[in-house]
């Protein structure tokens, strides 16, 4: 996605939503009552291209049960669920499903008979089957004319307020509650939200290469996400970045499509574990704990020419399978609930508009049953200069088979255009069946109609001293170590605890904000150490050694201080500002001014030096490896910085190994494990072990 994002973005327009579940197999191919007259379809299906959804997430009331109106393009407010309200409130059950939906069909109920019309709501046969109707089809007027009816008279509707009444022209509809997905961008925890627990971004991840830990992490973000009351993350991005020159590098897990697809277990840890013998393909959440989530960015975005950001990717269709479509195989049969599509192009073909792709390969032949959501104005995208001819890339993108489309500032227009599409047969009304299908699918597995409100008892979740202990284990984990000692036979890490005096230098040393990276309640993230809750590693080192150790801090001293001090050692750490998306695309991936001046000034002279790299993808360090004594990957490693200092002083072992070629040279670029031309400085699989004291099974170099 893209932004500039609130802090909690402003959210998407749905195409519109109200149809039958569609994990119930429909009496037709297009989900419509069999009885259902050419009228009143009519009826329900203008109002299926004119209700589009606006999600106002940035100002969220979470105590407002009518967060998510709906607006019409007359601007009456419409609910989203047809008004069926109860219907879908949780009275009506999988088991009354099964027991009427055969005997409904041939009972040959008239939606126009109005006949004993004031006994409905006493006669049982008829409520029980109309609550059949409501689940298995929706669009049937006797349905709504019964609840609305039964709703008045018993009121079983949860907060239904007026259910509507019908005139000569169609409906006139009134606000009722609307369960609305509130959506997220999760992406190393929850990072949008201050003081919760900002995990390693993905490049470290992989190189943990344990999924067992990324579960426990996505088990852990679904639970901050929720107390919050969002039931949906934008997470995992399951790109395979080729090329470190992509501003995006860091939110893929490697270069490796295995190593990806071995990731995807953060899947069943957002949203649980799929059910045995659950049909491939259907969208699955366990529950009001748990969070749907999103594989992205469908496909190919990580393979884009130079790591241009949202660029062409020119593969071809062996490559685009076997590289970049794997872990979606993956993700689909782990229960994913939603795919976004990606900016980029296959071939120069915009993913979204690519049918092909969206709806032949994703929804036809991986049977993927979840819904397909755009990115941040991504129809807009799909032509050069974006939005210069938005009536085609509506068709374009809801034609590819785009179901929910992320519509930011201009709905009126996406409104207008729709609605003139399929009005004019341009949009088949099938596509919008689908659309609606696929999004009310989800919505019934994510629970939102039954608990669409956040729950209080989860708020103690956010940051708690459990997930930021996991975050500390994942940052041990996914740190490399590359370099150690300028000899095998005198290691310089482990450090020792107890010194007369040591040096922290480097601009990365005491920044929360660069330590977090991109996405990191800002979009772009940011510098310091205000933004949220955390330790950095200088205060991570400083809380693990001797209290008798005096630490120095500097963060670009020159040649004489350093000569001056006498110190034992010191470590310097530094990296790579913030960044996210294009605005981190980089031809050169140099290391921040005054990084490379501090390693000049500190190392390579009397002084043992450890560099420690705060960055969100190789960069250019062969010139400097000469000098250090020992040098630590450390990628973007969240809040909990002290996981760093477990590694350094030997509390706990290296274990990482690289999950990206290292290069020597941006002009080797790309280059991947497997290449003919293979020179790196650090190849693929490669990192140092060291014995760490508290571990019962220690490693060793």
């Known amino acids: 996605?893209?932004?500039?994002?609130?802090?909690?973005?402003?959210?998407?327009?749905?195409?519109?939503?109200?149809?039958?579940?569609?994990?119930?197999?429909?009496?037709?191919?297009?989900?419509?009552?069999?009885?259902?007259?050419?009228?009143?379809?009519?009826?329900?299906?203008?109002?299926?291209?004119?209700?589009?959804?606006?999600?106002?997430?940035?100002?969220?009331?979470?105590?407002?049960?009518?967060?998510?109106?709906?607006?019409?393009?007359?601007?009456?407010?419409?609910?989203?669920?047809?008004?069926?309200?109860?219907?879908?409130?949780?009275?009506?059950?999988?088991?009354?499903?099964?027991?009427?939906?055969?005997?409904?069909?041939?009972?040959?109920?008239?939606?126009?008979?109005?006949?004993?019309?004031?006994?409905?709501?006493?006669?049982?046969?008829?409520?029980?089957?109309?609550?059949?109707?409501?689940?298995?089809?929706?669009?049937?007027?006797?349905?709504?004319?019964?609840w609305r009816e039964c709703a008045r008279a018993k009121g079983l509707a949860r907060d239904l307020g007026e259910c509507g009444e019908r005139d000569p022209k169609g409906f006139s509809f009134h606000p009722t509650w609307d369960p609305d997905d509130l959506r997220i961008d999760a992406v190393h925890g929850h990072n949008n939200v201050y003081n919760a627990t900002i995990f390693p971004h993905n490049v470290g991840l992989g190189v943990t290469r344990d999924p067992v830990l990324l579960k426990k992490i996505?088990?852990?973000?679904?639970?901050?996400?929720?107390?919050?009351?969002?039931?949906?993350?934008?997470?995992?991005?399951?790109?395979?970045?080729?090329?470190?020159?992509?501003?995006?590098?860091?939110?893929?897990?490697?270069?490796?499509?295995?190593?990806?697809?071995?990731?995807?277990?953060?899947?069943?840890?957002?949203?649980?574990?799929?059910?045995?013998?659950?049909?491939?393909?259907?969208?699955?959440?366990?529950?009001?704990?748990?969070?749907a989530a999103c594989a992205k960015h469908f496909v190919g975005d990580g393979g884009t020419t130079n790591g241009i950001n949202e660029n062409n990717t020119v593969i071809d269709y062996n490559g685009l399978l076997s590289i970049h479509m794997p872990a979606y195989l993956d993700a689909i049969e782990k229960g994913v609930a939603t795919v976004m599509v990606s900016y980029s192009s296959w071939n120069g073909k915009k993913m979204h508009a690519n049918r092909d792709l969206v709806t032949g390969f994703l929804k036809n032949k991986l049977k993927f049953k979840g819904f397909v959501i755009s990115d941040w104005e991504g129809i807009d995208r799909i032509t050069s200069p974006p939005h210069a001819n938005y009536s085609y890339s509506v068709q374009a993108g809801v034609g590819a088979g785009i179901d929910m489309v992320m519509v930011p500032y201009n709905f009126a227009e996406f409104l207008d255009d729709l609605t003139y599409q399929v009005k004019n047969n341009v949009i088949p009304m099938s596509r919008i069946d689908d659309a609606v299908r696929r999004i009310l699918r989800v919505k019934f597995v994510m629970g939102l109609f039954d608990n669409p409100l956040a729950d209080n008892s989860l708020a103690?979740?956010?940051?708690?001293?459990?997930?930021?202990?996991?975050?500390?284990?994942?940052?041990?984990?996914?740190?490399?170590?590359?370099?150690?000692?300028?000899?095998?036979?005198?290691?310089?890490?482990?450090?020792?605890?107890?010194?007369?005096?040591?040096?922290?230098?480097?601009?990365?040393?005491?920044?929360?904000?660069?330590?977090?990276?991109?996405?990191?309640?800002?979009?772009?993230?940011?510098n310091g150490n205000e933004l949220t809750v955390g330790t950095t590693i200088l205060n991570a080192v400083k809380s693990t050694v001797h209290p008798d150790t005096q630490v120095v801090y500097n963060e670009n001293p020159d040649a004489n201080f350093v000569k001056s001090n006498n110190f034992a050692y010191a470590i310097v750490i530094v990296g790579e500002p913030s960044y996210a998306e294009t605005f981190g695309d980089s031809l050169n991936l140099t290391i921040s001014?005054?990084?490379?001046?501090?390693?000049?000034?500190?190392?390579?002279?009397?002084?043992?030096?450890?560099?420690?790299?705060?960055?969100?993808?190789?960069?250019?360090?062969?010139?400097?490896?000469?000098?250090?004594d020992a040098l630590v990957a450390a990628w973007l490693p969240g809040t909990e910085g002290q996981g760093v200092a477990d590694l350094l002083f030997g509390d706990y072992g290296f274990t990482g190994k690289l999950a990206r070629t290292w290069f020597r040279s941006v002009d080797q670029l790309p280059m991947n494990i497997g290449d003919l031309h293979y020179n790196p400085l650090y190849p693929f699989g490669f990192g140092l072990t060291t014995k760490g004291t508290k571990e019962s099974n220690p490693t060793y170099s």
């Open 593 to 628: 001014e005054p990084g490379p001046s501090t390693i000049s000034n500190v190392c390579g002279g009397s002084v043992k030096c450890v560099v420690v790299v705060i960055s969100g993808r190789p960069v250019v360090i062969e010139p400097y490896v000469s000098k250090i």
């Open 1 to 146: 996605m893209q932004g500039p994002p609130p802090t909690i973005r402003s959210g998407a327009f749905h195409l519109p939503f109200w149809t039958s579940p569609s994990h119930l197999s429909p009496p037709s191919e297009d989900g419509l009552c069999h009885s259902a007259t050419p009228n009143s379809r009519q009826i329900f299906l203008s109002l299926a291209i004119s209700c589009i959804t606006l999600t106002t997430t940035q100002k969220a009331d979470w105590g407002d049960e009518r967060h998510g109106e709906v607006l019409s393009s007359t601007h009456r407010r419409v609910p989203p669920d047809m008004l069926l309200g109860g219907c879908y409130g949780g009275q009506v059950r999988e088991v009354q499903r099964r027991e009427t939906a055969g005997e409904c069909s041939d009972q040959g109920l008239d939606e126009q008979d109005d006949t004993g019309r004031e006994d409905w709501p006493n006669d049982p046969d008829r409520a029980q089957c109309c609550h059949a109707r409501c689940h298995e089809e929706v669009l049937h007027w006797e349905c709504v004319e019964w």
């Open 218 to 291: 996505g088990d852990a973000t679904a639970l901050e996400v929720r107390a919050t009351g969002i039931p949906y993350a934008f997470a995992p991005c399951i790109a395979v970045c080729r090329d470190p020159r992509w501003g995006r590098c860091y939110e893929s897990y490697s270069e490796d499509p295995r190593i990806v697809q071995m990731m995807t277990e953060i899947i069943p840890g957002l949203q649980g574990d799929l059910p045995a013998n659950s049909p491939k393909g259907v969208p699955f959440v366990a529950g009001k704990n748990k969070v």
């Open 460 to 526: 103690n979740q956010v940051g708690s001293p459990e997930h930021r202990e996991l975050a500390r284990e994942a940052v041990r984990k996914s740190l490399v170590l590359l370099k150690n000692g300028k000899s095998m036979s005198k290691p310089l890490i482990p450090l020792p605890k107890k010194a007369q005096k040591i040096l922290i230098a480097g601009s990365h040393a005491d920044n929360l904000g660069y330590q977090c990276g991109g996405w990191t309640i800002a979009w772009q993230g940011l």
